[in-house]
């Protein structure tokens, strides 16, 4: 599904940047990738979701030992979760690598999985947004790259408001085109990262709608420093400062796979908006995003998915 371990996230970061040229060529554009993704949904539809997810373990597995990179910072990442045991922090990275790929996997079924809530007794649960939505000033919902962030998006969608996920070009034009494609037919609607990102997403949030936004890394290099699992980090500050500036509630959420199969979502209450000024107010609400994250992290660990430097040296590596 995609072309590095960085996935297909929303993100708030780099809006100013505009996208990029469009490659010349039919394997440039990606169209041999897009037919791959095509033919792969094809044949992931029917399979029992324990063998697709057996495919997904080798792959994850794999991928771990193909690529170190990523695997060295999982392993920075995941040692303050691991309390300094390396052997911990190696299976914890190894565990996230798995469970990556069966995200991957899922993405190509995400209509499936998203019936199969729906069918489930209390499998969407949007309490928290619906409230906040009441009040008529809309709602931003924020969640770490932990579980599988597309299905979250698409059960959002169910509450039957236009809901907008900000997202980076993903991958080559043809590849782009079939993900959007896929979330726009699950009812999410897309604000491509450029110029026009910022503005699109107010207008989205004072015409009462949802904005969606995994904020667990600073791309853009410029965030706000918090303490994030046991270190000083940088968290983007598009989300706080947007709230902030609407009015609209900052709600965490997650979607997650359940151990004995399934999933999982939540939605928390909204963040507090606190006094102070625009620079203190905006900081300490970016903490709390953070504070949220990380008890979602503390409880499936290898269900975030931190292949990424989270210091500001390493922000927006891929």
Request: hydrophobic letters at 45%; one cysteine or more; aromatic letters at 6%.
């Amino acid at each position: 599904m995609v072309s590095s371990l960085s996935g297909a996230e929303p993100v708030v970061a780099g809006l100013e940047s505009g996208p990029a040229p469009a490659p010349a060529g039919w394997l440039a554009r990606g169209e041999a990738q897009a037919l791959g993704l095509r033919l792969a949904g094809r044949l992931t539809a029917p399979m029992p979701g324990w063998l697709r997810y057996r495919l997904a373990d080798i792959g994850g597995t794999a991928a771990y030992a193909l690529l170190p990179g990523h695997a060295r910072r999982a392993r920075d990442n995941y040692s303050s979760l691991a309390g300094g045991d390396r052997a911990r922090g190696k299976d914890l990275a190894r565990g996230a690598f798995r469970n990556y790929a069966r995200t991957l996997l899922d993405f190509l079924v995400l209509e499936k999985l998203l019936g199969e809530l729906r069918a489930a007794p209390q499998g969407i649960t949007l309490g928290p947004l619906e409230r906040a939505l009441a009040a008529g000033r809309g709602a931003i919902v924020v969640t770490p790259h932990l579980g599988n962030w597309d299905l979250g998006a698409a059960a959002i969608a169910t509450v039957g408001r236009p809901v907008h996920a900000i997202t980076d070009p993903f991958g080559p034009p043809a590849v782009d085109r079939l993900i959007r494609g896929s979330r726009e037919r699950l009812g999410v609607g897309v604000i491509p990262v450029g110029p026009g990102s910022a503005r699109e997403a107010l207008r989205a949030l004072r015409r009462n709608e949802v904005l969606l936004l995994a904020c667990d890394i600073d791309k853009g290099g410029s965030g706000v420093p918090v303490r994030f699992l046991g270190r000083r980090v940088f968290l983007p500050a598009g989300p706080a400062t947007l709230s902030l500036k609407t009015g609209a509630p900052l709600i965490p959420g997650y979607m997650r796979r359940r151990p004995r199969g399934g999933h999982e979502s939540r939605l928390l209450d909204p963040l507090p908006q606190p006094p102070g000024g625009a620079g203190e107010a905006v900081a300490e609400l970016t903490q709390a995003i953070a504070s949220c994250f990380e008890e979602m992290i503390w409880a499936e660990p290898t269900q975030w998915f931190a292949f990424h430097n989270l210091t500001r040296e390493g922000a927006g590596a891929r």
